[in-house]
Structure formats: structure tokens, C-alpha cells
């Protein structure tokens, strides 16, 4: 069955940088596009990256310039390198994937402050 497991968030300073990792088993994670998406408290699931099979990224606004979605098909992970990381970043980190139905790893909480 499809497994997402990511790993890398803690606690952080503002401007400070962190770098998340999504390890993916069970589909061939080569022909798929991978997310990240975040949620704060009392707020809704937001999409924040996407990475297509080819590359192709997308960012949200609020974190464009800031944070790189990376893929490496040969190792089945997807990565989230965020830089100058701001309170507002402060949420649990999933990684997603959409095969027949959605898939959510277990999530991983990134906190930013002093």
C-alpha cells in the first residue's frame, strides 16, 4: 500500500531554514506529482509545492522565492527546502500524493519563533 513518511521539521528561528524530507513506497513514484501541503492551527489544508513527474514545480504565493520542492526518482523522496522561514510558516507539514484516492503521510511540525 502507498506509504508517505516525512521527516526534518523542529523548532526553528525566524530567517532561519529547514529542510523536509517525504520517503515514498507502494506506487511507482516516477509517473506522479508529489506535494507538500501545511496546516496551522484552526486553518484549512493548503497546498504550499507541487512537483510534477518532469520537474515542473508550483509554489504558493506565501512562500514563493522562499521555499524549493525537489524530487529524486531514484530514491522515491521529494524534499522541501525552506529558507527565511517566517512565524507564519509555523504548521504540521504533509506530504501528498493522489493515486486512485489521496494519500497523507503522518506529518511533521515545523514551529518558527524565538
Known amino acids: 500500500q502507498v506509504q508517505l513518511v516525512e521527516s526534518g521539521g523542529g523548532l526553528v528561528q525566524p530567517g532561519g531554514s529547514l529542510r523536509l524530507s517525504c520517503s515514498a513506497s507502494?506506487?511507482?513514484?516516477?509517473?506522479?506529482?508529489m506535494d507538500w501541503y501545511r496546516q496551522a492551527p484552526g486553518e484549512q489544508r493548503e497546498n504550499v509545492a507541487s512537483?510534477?513527474?518532469?520537474?515542473?514545480?508550483k509554489y504558493a504565493d506565501s512562500v514563493r522565492g522562499r521555499f524549493t520542492i525537489s524530487r529524486d526518482n531514484g530514491n522515491n523522496t521529494v524534499a522541501l527546502q525552506m529558507n527565511d522561514l517566517k512565524p507564519a510558516d509555523t504548521a504540521v507539514y504533509y506530504c501528498?500524493?493522489?493515486?486512485?484516492?489521496?494519500?497523507w503521510g503522518q506529518g511533521t511540525q515545523v514551529t518558527v519563533g524565538a
Open positions: 501528498h500524493v493522489h493515486r486512485d484516492i489521496e494519500h
Open positions: 507502494g506506487f511507482i513514484f516516477k509517473y506522479r506529482t
Open positions: 512537483i510534477t513527474p518532469h520537474g515542473i514545480t
